[in-house]
């Protein structure tokens, strides 16, 4: 493609101003830990909100929802979608204990609610099996998404993609911490949506398209179209895969970065840069409700259109003969589809991919690099280095991280390769994060178990093609194996010391009754179980609970209601946009009441 002066200049500006973000807070970011990987524990929810959802704005996310509605239809992004309702738990019951442990990493919880040299082995095994193993599958992920756009759009070969866009994310991550990452997240996270919103428009309004109404009508679309299934027509091979087990199984059970049960990596990382409890709920809600809610249907639509100019992988690989073979997947009908935007617009496109990338990568790189030196090297290897040298070790790590993450980039073939890898390898561990936090069974050993069971489920199935089940017997079997490991373990491993436990209880004050043991010793030791909460009222943490499981079904509600709305009024069908709209309406005003009063808890 040739990209004319106005598409330069657009780039070069915004490159011009993130460089200078990062350089006009990188005194301020290097001056220690906090600083660097936490911003300062000062941040707005409204920042905050906006720099998790440009983190998962990230460059594989149009190729991996192309993927999905090419190969299963606009249903198929189910598979994503589900993690709304976990989604939901974490912003009203998880985010104002994340923010009450006062934690540094998500890595560090493990040695105030555990005990013992296990609970500090599981706090390393942990920062090397997120902070590294599970980072580098995400950034080769993401990375792979960017070498499909730069063999499309510039004609890079994926060396040079990954050479290019490696070098520049470094230089930036390393000078401005999570602050410069996150005020540069606000301006890239409204770039990327201008761009995916324009650009939709353009793709819609080419001649081989026609229009919305051509596309809905277009025989290749049409069988693509409903994002509910028919339960009436559907197949069970289809509904069972595409829509029971996502709602079902896989949001509870499975752990995948960005939508962890209970809240993990760069999302605890935002909430605890929160400035209080409130700011990290009002930040993981406005999240999530930009995420589902906002981002979808640009994406879809564009890929809908791929179906009519690019009908099948062969169209596409004669359409780019330069592009290797291993690399033309579903996924890349995406990246395609863009070589038709013109002049101006591609810029803005491309840059908002380009910020895409940088976002995310920026994100993961710093999160994962926080876990290394928190977790790992000031905790086991130089527990006196400086506050100096453990920012200097992050940005050393950094660079690492980035370079593995790249190299296995260049094996990779398609973004849903690696969703449905991360999706199985925590297969079965969700139930045990979700719980945690709420049953004081809940031991190191079983998380530990956990942990270690379903990645090794997850090797066995790779190794032996699953056996012949499909994906979703796959992820079921290892669910199943794996939670009876860890509450096997739960039950008969070793348990945390009550000492822990009643500190945990006193510190994060998580209510429920899965703490009656933990409470009956408190009241025998005459030790206080209420507390008082952030408005300096009198509070009880078994009445926190009941209100938060509301809000967050009226938060799923509300969310899934302006999803489905948005989806009927572009496919035309104005009494379910009604119908749909009012549900989310309802539940909202409901929720705005309640939220009022779950704030003085």
């Not at 509605?69 to 009203?92: D, K």
């Not at 935002?270 to 406005?286: I, Q």
């Not at 790249?406 to 979700?434: D, H, K, P, R, Y």
Request: aromatic letters at 14%; proline letters at 4%; charged letters at 10%.
């Amino acid at each position: 493609m040739q990209f004319s002066p106005l598409d330069w200049a657009v780039m070069a500006a915004f490159f011009a101003v993130s460089i200078g973000i990062g350089l006009s807070v990188a005194r301020k970011a290097g001056r220690d830990f906090d600083s660097f990987f936490l911003g300062g524990r000062n941040m707005p929810w409204w920042l905050l909100g906006v720099s998790m959802v440009a983190t998962t704005f990230s460059t594989d996310t149009p190729n991996l929802v192309t993927d999905l509605v090419r190969s299963s239809g606009v249903v198929g992004n189910w598979a994503w979608w589900a993690f709304l309702l976990t989604g939901m738990l974490t912003v009203f019951l998880y985010a104002r204990l994340w923010r009450r442990s006062g934690v540094v990493t998500d890595v560090e919880f493990y040695e105030i609610r555990y005990s013992g040299r296990l609970a500090a082995f599981l706090r390393g095994f942990r920062a090397v099996y997120l902070g590294i193993l599970f980072n580098i599958l995400i950034m080769a992920s993401v990375t792979l998404a960017a070498i499909k756009i730069g063999s499309i759009m510039m004609g890079w070969s994926p060396l040079q993609t990954v050479v290019i866009a490696a070098s520049v994310t470094m230089v930036y991550s390393a000078v401005g911490g999570l602050r410069g990452v996150v005020l540069t997240d606000l301006i890239q996270f409204a770039m990327a949506m201008t761009g995916s919103i324009w650009a939709t428009i353009h793709v819609l309004g080419l001649p081989e398209v026609g229009g919305l109404g051509a596309l809905l009508e277009h025989p290749n679309v049409v069988p693509k179209l409903d994002f509910l299934p028919d339960f009436s027509t559907m197949r069970m091979d289809d509904l069972v895969p595409l829509f029971i087990i996502p709602l079902a199984v896989q949001w509870w059970a499975a752990y995948y970065p960005g939508a962890e049960p209970g809240g993990g990596g760069y999302i605890v990382q935002r909430m605890l840069s929160a400035r209080d409890e409130k700011n990290a709920l009002g930040a993981t809600f406005l999240f999530n409700a930009l995420h589902y809610a906002l981002r979808p249907w640009p994406w879809i639509l564009i890929a809908l259109a791929s179906m009519i100019v690019f009908p099948d992988l062969a169209s596409i690989a004669e359409r780019f003969p330069d592009v290797p073979e291993q690399v033309v997947r579903n996924d890349l009908a995406y990246p395609a589809m863009l070589t038709f935007l013109p002049a101006g617009l591609l810029g803005l496109v491309v840059t908002s991919l380009a910020a895409a990338y940088m976002s995310t990568m920026s994100t993961q790189v710093n999160w994962g690099a926080s876990i290394i030196v928190n977790d790992i090297y000031e905790r086991f290897v130089n527990p006196t280095a400086s506050e100096e040298r453990q920012v200097w070790m992050g940005r050393l790590w950094t660079v690492i991280l980035m370079t593995v993450a790249c190299t296995l980039a260049l094996f990779l073939e398609n973004a849903l390769q690696v969703f449905e890898i991360l999706v199985q390898i925590g297969a079965g561990t969700g139930l045990l994060f979700i719980l945690r936090w709420y049953w004081w069974r809940v031991n190191a050993a079983s998380e530990l178990t956990a942990m270690i069971v379903s990645f090794l489920v997850a090797v066995v199935f790779q190794v032996f093609d699953g056996f012949g089940m499909p994906t979703w017997g796959q992820l079921v079997s290892g669910v199943g194996i794996t939670t009876l490991a860890w509450v096997s373990v739960a039950f008969f491993g070793p348990k945390t010391e009550m000492s822990t436990l009643v500190s945990f209880v006193q510190k994060i004050r998580p209510g429920g009754p899965g703490w009656t043991a933990v409470t009956s010793v408190m009241e025998q030791r005459g030790q206080e179980s209420g507390f008082y909460g952030e408005s300096g009222q009198p509070g009880s943490a078994d009445g926190e609970l009941p209100a938060s499981l509301l809000a967050a079904f009226l938060g799923v509600v509300a969310i899934y209601g302006v999803l489905f709305t948005t989806g009927y009024a572009l496919y035309g069908q104005w009494g379910a946009a009604a119908l749909t709209g009012t549900l989310a309406l309802a539940a909202g005003l409901w929720l705005a009441r309640l939220w009022r009063r779950i704030s003085f808890l």
